[in-house]
């Protein structure tokens, strides 16, 4: 094994090009590859790297003997037309017309609600479910108005003043055990006679079934039977309900606002209840309506 004591070599320098790479131009034994010169010029003249034909027909090539691209790339480019940008229809996803009401509420498309009960069979458990209830609560004919199978969900649309009654009926007995009121909300259907509704989600645990109830008032009597003697979770949901949508619950211990100020006037959630240009309490700034907010889009 020899002692090599002279100074390194340059490892780019001794191993030359990398491999695949051309040399163009240039002496190899003298002054190196060409790619070492500067891009202004070659040894032998002719431009570095133009991508452009030479006068001797060869096509240019770039200091690692690439050719050019350039030239191909920019007629594809001009050669191409861009798409037309799709144009934007009158109304969004859910139906609202474009403009400048930022809340959406402008032009909502309404579905049409199933007014009559569904024909049988119900399908799935519902048929089983409905004939238990027949055969336990004896008042079904007088309570219960019609049954509607929608989506896959089993409501039952029940008189007002016999609301609680029913959710008993479904609470205690075995055939059924809704032990849980999931929810309870209101929801206003301006354009029919029977404009508010309440809409209860109750949950049986020991069958694993869900099952909806539905009451409907007028807004010159909107009067429902409470249900917090058979749910008491039902106390809050009812005084929102009330606070928002101006039902009155009868028999619940104490129905007062849960959101709005207790002498707020009127329920904001109805749909004829402005939106909007209401002054703001203690700022005596006014919230615009949504015609003259600012639009975004």
Known sequence: MSDDTSTPRDETTAAGPAEGAAVTGGDAAGSGPASELPDAQRPDGSPAS???????????????????AAPAIAAKAS????????????????????????SGFGGLVRAPRLEAGSPRPYGAWFDEAVDALQESYAGFAEAVE???VDRGELTLHVRPDRVAEVARELRD?????Y?????????????????????????SM??????????????ADPRVATVTGVYPTADYHERETWDFFGVLFEGHPALTRI?????????PQRKDYPLGGIPVEFQGAVIPPPDERRAYA
Request: overall charge negative; aromatic content about 8%; hydrophobic content about 30%.
């Open 50 to 68: 133009t991508g452009a034909s030479r006068p001797d027909g060869e096509v240019a090539t770039d200091r690692l003997g690439a050719t050019s």
């Open 179 to 203: 032990e849980l009121l999931s929810s309870l909300s209101g929801v206003d259907y301006p354009d029919t006679e029977r404009r508010f509704h309440v809409v209860y989600h109750l949950t």
């Open 79 to 102: 050669a191409v037309t861009a798409p037309d940008a799709p144009a934007r229809g009158t109304s969004d996803m859910f139906g609202a017309a474009f403009g400048s009401d930022t």
């Open 146 to 148: 019609r049954v509607v």
């Open 206 to 219: 020991t069958y694993r079934r869900r099952l909806r109830l539905e009451t409907a008032v007028t807004e």
């Open 173 to 177: 007995s075995p055939d059924h055990r």
């Open 259 to 267: 959101f709005m100020p207790d002498d707020w006037q009127g329920h």
